[in-house]
Nanobody, 123 residues
Framework: QVQLVESGGGLVQAGGSLRLSCAAS????????MGWFPQSPGREREFVAA????????YYSDSVKGRFTVSRDNAKNTVYLQMNSLNPEDTAVYYC????????????????WGQGTQVTVSS
């Protein structure tokens, strides 16, 4: 019905940058809020960034505010996460999520998830 495919992850040195992409199929991305949730081994998925469908408002966790930027390209049905000034603490599998109801800060608010893309930041 809907598929989210993340890409753009990789290995980068501390202080470097990556741009993650999340392409949606089977559903118009512009009609849904989109979030980014990294997950490290043994940890729960944590909110870092989201963008609402109504108004295009963006939201960030304190840990990434000023470093990460979430955006969407409706023509490409894709959401992006630009990550700058990366730290080793940012290392995780990054999942994009398509939203349903509720606060965008919580994973439970989202109904569909991608397969994740690995981001590794070396010190």
């Amino acid at each position: 019905q809907v598929q989210l495919v993340e890409s753009g992850g990789g290995l980068v040195q501390a202080g470097g940058s990556l741009r993650l992409s999340c392409a949606a199929s089977g559903r118009t991305l512009s009609r849904y809020a989109m979030g980014w949730f990294p997950q490290s081994p043994g940890r729960e998925r944590e909110f870092v960034a989201a963008i609402s469908w109504r108004g295009g408002n963006t939201y960030y966790s304190d840990s990434v505010k000023g470093r990460f930027t979430v955006s969407r390209d409706n023509a490409k049905n894709t959401v992006y996460l630009q990550m700058n000034s990366l730290n080793p603490e940012d290392t995780a599998v990054y999942y994009c999520a398509m939203g349903g109801s509720g606060s965008l800060y919580y994973p439970a608010s989202y109904t569909d998830w991608g397969q994740g893309t690995q981001v590794t930041v070396s010190s």
